[in-house]
């Protein structure tokens, strides 16, 4: 199996984590608001590209950061992350809040961005009847059955017994920042976004389970009608976490 090396780059002083395997064309993928289960998924992209996965300020390995208030702030520390890199050009990859990064910096910086993939992705007013679930209200216990079509994909990850201290500060860290950065989770979209997707010409590729219960499977078709150059994939038997629950849908990534 492919093996992540990890490094960490101070960017603008915040200690920011990245993972990164394989070699070619990169191809960076921005997580959503939670890491617990781990990139194991994206190995095989490592077959084809130099991948690059850095962690959130505020997640995982990454340090916090309080002045991160806004997707925005995402937006502008990706920007200088990538600079330290030399990521001149690369493909995009988000998930669910990182596909609303994504979206967010491809509009912004769309010349960087060779094709972008939105997986699930939170950030676009969906019309009555398909809210976006606020999972920062809901119990901890009821988390994997939300996040998963089988939620074994979740639990599998979870400590057996009584978590580590390290596991429940890493958890209450990113809820903290997912909290701060999405008003609660009250704040999951941007009422100006489906003004500037014009903007996002690149080819594009929406990925969804087809048993998402976060973000519910109809949001593709909004998302759909306002990217100009959108293809759509949906996949069975996959929740909100579809890269972890269907290897078909990382393959369809790979080759797009």
């Not at 990064?101 to 509009?107: H, L, M, P, V, Y």
């Not at 979870?158 to 596991?167: D, H, I, R, S, T």
Request: proline share 9%.
């Amino acid at each position: 199996m492919t093996e992540f090396t990890r490094r960490t780059l101070k960017i603008n002083g915040v200690d920011t984590a990245v993972l990164e395997a394989g070699s070619g064309s990169p191809l960076v993928f921005l997580h959503g608001a939670g890491t617990v289960t781990g990139f194991d998924f994206a190995a095989p992209w490592a077959r084809k590209f130099h991948v690059v996965i850095p962690y959130h300020p505020g997640f995982g390995a990454s340090a916090d950061d309080p002045g991160v208030t806004e997707i925005h702030d995402f937006v502008l520390h990706y920007l200088e992350l990538f600079e330290a890199l030399e990521l001149r050009q690369f493909r995009l990859v988000g998930q669910s809040m990182g596909g609303y990064i994504a979206t967010k910096f491809a509009i912004e910086h769309g010349a960087r961005v060779e094709k972008l993939v939105l997986a699930c992705p939170i950030g676009l007013p969906v019309p009555p009847g398909q809210p976006t679930v606020n999972f920062l209200e809901v119990p901890p216990e009821q988390l994997p059955a939300l996040l998963a079509h089988d939620p074994q994909t979740v639990i599998k990850h979870l400590p057996a017994g009584a978590p580590p201290p390290e596991f429940i500060a890493e958890r209450v860290k990113e809820a903290a920042t997912a909290g701060r950065v999405l008003g609660g989770g009250k704040r999951t979209f941007d009422e100006k976004l489906p003004r500037y997707l014009h903007r996002l010409t690149m080819p594009t590729l929406l990925i969804w389970g087809k048993e998402d219960k976060l973000t519910p499977t109809a949001q593709h078709k909004t998302w759909a009608k306002a990217l100009p150059n959108a293809t759509v994939r949906l996949f069975d038997n996959a929740g909100h976490l579809v890269l972890d629950e269907a290897p078909t849908a990382v393959t369809a990534i790979a080759d797009f």
